[in-house]
């Protein structure tokens, strides 16, 4: 997508997937606030869950390897039980008021039967969805992202393990957010979901060139400011045409 529009549950995952990719570096990393951290993970994916389910496949992968990395953590038992709670105070809440108001069949058919019913109507196969809205779609940074993170896996071997999440994510998310619709590039609008899982591919990268850390996160960071220096730019092009009028 160029500008702004109508994609309000992709800007949305936007938010959604950055923190919770913060608090999962937050608690991979760090023993400090363990239970706020834990909270906080299971609180916002199960807000991402609740705007569009199929947007979870972005941090799955992240939340299974942190299970697995302190399973053996004396932490482990207090990050569960607020994982729980944080998934409990976001859905219990919305549960209850759809129930009150006797429209629960409603909330199951917007959360899950919706957003999955575009599946049903595959244009294309898998592959050649992946293909078009990847390769044939004039995206040069996915092209560009694609390329560093393959060549980067066989090259840097410190932090090769760190790449194979974030590469597995990408790849996964991909099949299931552009290549199981299969409309190609009418899906390229899922891809916005992605920007928090580029960052963090660009920075571990450029982590082993600090030479051009900055340039790689400013160069990317202007691409996914585009939209909104286009969204403001075509406002105040219809206000001049406006005003020409009257």
């Not at 990268?205 to 082993?208: C, P």
């Given at each position: 997508t160029t500008t702004i529009s109508d994609n309000i549950p992709e800007l949305y995952?936007?938010?959604f997937v950055s923190l919770i990719?913060?608090?999962?570096?937050k608690l991979l990393y760090s023993t400090v606030n363990i239970k706020w951290n834990s909270f906080f993970?299971?609180?916002f994916s199960t807000c991402l869950f609740l705007l569009k389910p199929n947007f979870v496949i972005l941090v799955l992968p992240f939340i299974f390897h942190l299970y697995y990395y302190k399973f053996s953590s004396p932490f482990f038992k207090t990050i569960f039980i607020y994982n729980a709670l944080g998934v409990l105070l976001i859905s219990i809440p919305i549960i209850l008021y759809f129930f009150y108001n006797h429209a629960l069949y409603a909330f199951y058919f917007s959360v899950y039967t919706f957003n999955f019913s575009y599946i049903a109507s595959q244009k294309l196969s898998v592959l050649q969805s992946m293909i078009d809205a990847i390769f044939l779609y004039p995206n040069t940074v996915f092209k560009f992202i694609f390329t560093l993170l393959i060549c980067a896996i066989f090259i840097l071997e410190k932090i090769r393990k760190q790449l194979l999440l974030l590469g597995f994510t990408f790849?996964?998310?991909v099949v299931l957010l552009v290549g199981m619709p299969g409309r190609g590039i009418d899906s390229v609008h899922y891809l916005m979901p992605f920007a928090p899982l580029i960052v963090c591919i660009v920075i571990v990268?450029?982590?082993?060139f600090n030479k051009y850390q900055i340039f790689l996160l400013l160069m990317i960071s202007c691409f996914f400011c585009k939209p909104i220096f286009l969204s403001v730019l075509e406002k105040k092009t219809e206000r001049q045409a406006e005003n020409k009028i009257v």
């Open positions: 995952a936007v938010g990719y913060f608090f999962y570096f993970i299971a609180f790849f996964i998310s990268i450029s982590s082993q």
